[in-house]
């Protein structure tokens, strides 16, 4: 009989992740320096594309840790391993805030693309679902504070838990490419768009 040793709370996303917020804030100073339209406009060009490259970076990390939730959640139970949420004071402002700010960066940045690049842009859909999802499940989980085995975690209404089996081995693969965007592809998998 194999004796079960526990579950890892993230299965390697945190390399691979940055803040944000942060990072859209400060790029935006930058580009706000300007007083000139023109120059501006042309900062902006310059960092659109890195801004949705952190923006879908940060949105396949959402789609992994849904993912990886449903798969832990499948499991006998075990111990989560290396839960540093666990035990901290829970905050739901601190909790949220990463994923309200993604919330709100949706509705702005087309208006931005508009303004800046005078082109037309629009996220495609299931991204505000999947945002929703995960606001729901770090608010339902409370942050992780009381996490100590994967029966306690909760998952959201909504996240599609069929074949949570499989997920596992889709986060291996994407990990290896250290390009979490690439779970974006799954999003389809976890929830109905």
Request: a negative charge; aromatic letters at 16%.
């Amino acid at each position: 009989m194999t004796e079960t040793k526990g579950l890892e709370f993230d299965p390697g996303f945190a390399p691979y992740i940055l803040a944000f917020g942060g990072t859209i804030e400060y790029l935006y100073a930058d580009i706000n320096r300007f007083k000139n339209l023109s120059q501006k406009k042309l900062k902006f060009r310059q960092y659109y594309k890195k801004i949705l490259e952190l923006f879908y970076n940060n949105l396949g990390f959402y789609i992994g840790c849904l993912m990886w939730a449903a798969y832990i959640k499948e499991q006998p139970e075990q111990e989560i391993l290396n839960n540093h949420c666990l035990g901290k004071e829970y905050s739901e402002e601190e909790n949220t805030a990463e994923t309200e700010f993604m919330i709100k960066f949706l509705e702005l940045f087309p208006k931005d693309m508009k303004y800046f690049l005078a082109e037309n842009f629009q996220f495609e859909s299931g991204v505000k679902e999947i945002l929703d999802m995960y606001k729901e499940f770090l608010t339902i989980n409370k942050g992780f504070v009381e996490s100590k085995n994967n029966t306690d975690i909760l998952l959201p209404k909504g996240l599609i838990i069929e074949n949570a089996e499989t997920f596992k081995e889709k986060i291996d693969e994407v990990l290896k490419s250290e390009d979490l965007s690439k779970l974006v592809e799954y999003k389809g998998l976890i929830c109905k768009i």
